[in-house]
């Protein structure tokens, strides 16, 4: 029998409208099935995505669908004008910007703008612009929060400054897109210099990432989240169809250049796996990490970890999953020491550091979750099932198998 899950990965593949099984529509036809889908499509990120696409399979008739639907379309061209007048509002001010995430592909990769879930706006600037960029917007009623610590300790340790507005989405002014200290990293520049121009649907030219750097920013926000939205995944997905020169090359280069390799193969991986995407298996191999890496990977089980997303919700499991996501025993150590010596979520580091013995509890934490996995693994490698969940990486592996 069909679960929540499965129709939630039917209805997030691109062929969803001409493939969608019969099934899928009765069984959303029942109020508390329904409402249990759309809470996980909600927590995904893809609820936009799930109704449009159940919109144009189940046809006129559904009332409360189309009633959604509409709502979602009036906040997305709400969201697009938001959008163009925040790119208008930094090139008045000198400023030319790179948008990012979400704000990027909503109308440039899916059919419609409803179908991306987005509640903020990233924006990549030069270094040297974003004290104009932050200026610029305070102009227009953007401040920062008051609890945020000094902005010379986010410069230090943090990668975007979040600025607030009584009525419009929170802005994040990018100069980095990730942590100093990370192994994991995307050079910001480069993706800066490498933007291709696009036209927004209002006729707004503005600049947003070459669709290599697309994907490897998806995989670093796949690192910071743990591997926890589908919605993500749907991005490379719509990525992967929409760019007809995507350079996979440039890719690979890229991604060992900034030790995303293994996390990269593993997002190829996972998509490929769930919604088809059209992604050759020569580049996970490619980029995919270690046989011990790997094996350690599949005990974790990534897909049904990501549908549930259980490792969002434990420290120790994140950080467990960082630490098998890098390249090399040397670069482990030291984020393993980096895990020991501060927390993981502050933003000033200098005022979060760990002592000793809250460090030696993280470290009993990181070995017990560690042990937990293996003992769990084992007991699954006695059912087909289980063993089945062990096939991650294998050519062989079905979604189904995977859940």
């Not at 089980?301 to 025993?329: C, F, I, K, N, Y």
Request: hydrophobic share 45%; net charge positive; proline share 5%.
């Amino acid at each position: 029998m069909a679960s929540p899950r499965q129709d939630l990965l039917a209805l997030c593949r691109l062929d969803a409208p001409a493939g969608l099984e019969r099934g899928v529509l009765e069984r959303v036809a029942d109020p508390a099935y329904c409402a249990g889908l759309w809470r996980l499509a909600a927590r995904h990120r893809v609820y936009g995505l799930t109704h449009c696409v159940l919109a144009r399979s189940a046809g006129p008739g559904d009332t409360a669908t189309a009633d959604t639907l509409r709502h979602l379309r009036r906040g997305a061209a709400l969201l697009q004008m938001t959008r163009d007048d925040l790119v208008r509002t930094l090139r008045s001010a000198g400023v030319e910007s790179v948008v990012l995430k979400g704000a990027a592909v909503l109308d440039t990769l899916y059919r419609e703008p409803a179908e991306r879930d987005l509640d903020d706006f990233d924006v990549l600037v030069r270094s040297e612009d974003v004290q104009r960029a932050v200026d610029a917007l305070r102009s227009t009623g953007y401040h920062e929060h008051a609890a945020l610590p000094s902005p010379q300790a986010y410069v230090r340790h943090h990668f975007h400054l979040p600025l607030h507005h009584r009525t419009r989405p929170v802005v994040e002014i990018h100069w980095a897109l990730s942590r100093p200290f990370w192994p994991f990293q995307l050079d910001a520049q480069r993706v800066y210099d490498d933007a291709v121009v696009v036209q927004s649907s209002a006729g707004l030219v503005m600049r947003i990432p070459r669709p290599e750097h697309l994907i490897l920013h998806v995989v670093l926000q796949n690192l910071q989240e743990s591997f926890s939205r589908l919605g993500r995944l749907v991005d490379i997905d719509r990525v992967v169809a929409s760019a007809t020169g995507l350079d996979w090359d440039v890719l690979i280069r890229e991604a060992h250049a900034g030790c995303l390799g293994p996390a990269t193969s593993l997002s190829l991986q996972m998509t490929s796996r769930l919604l088809g995407s059209p992604i050759p298996e020569s580049i996970v191999r490619d980029l995919r990490p270690s046989p011990v890496a790997r094996f350690h990977l599949a005990i974790l089980e990534p897909v049904a970890s990501l549908v549930s997303q259980r490792l969002s919700h434990t420290l120790a499991g994140r950080q467990v999953q960082r630490l098998w996501l890098v390249d090399r025993m040397r670069q482990r150590l030291a984020v393993l020491g980096s895990f020991l010596r501060a927390d993981d979520d502050a933003v000033d580091l200098d005022r979060h550091a760990v002592g000793p013995v809250r460090g030696a509890i993280k470290l009993l934490r990181l070995v017990t979750f560690q042990g937990s996995a293996y003992v769990a693994a084992a007991a699954r490698s006695l059912t087909a099932p289980g063993r089945a969940q062990m096939r991650f990486w294998s050519s062989h592996a079905r979604s189904s198998d995977l859940l």
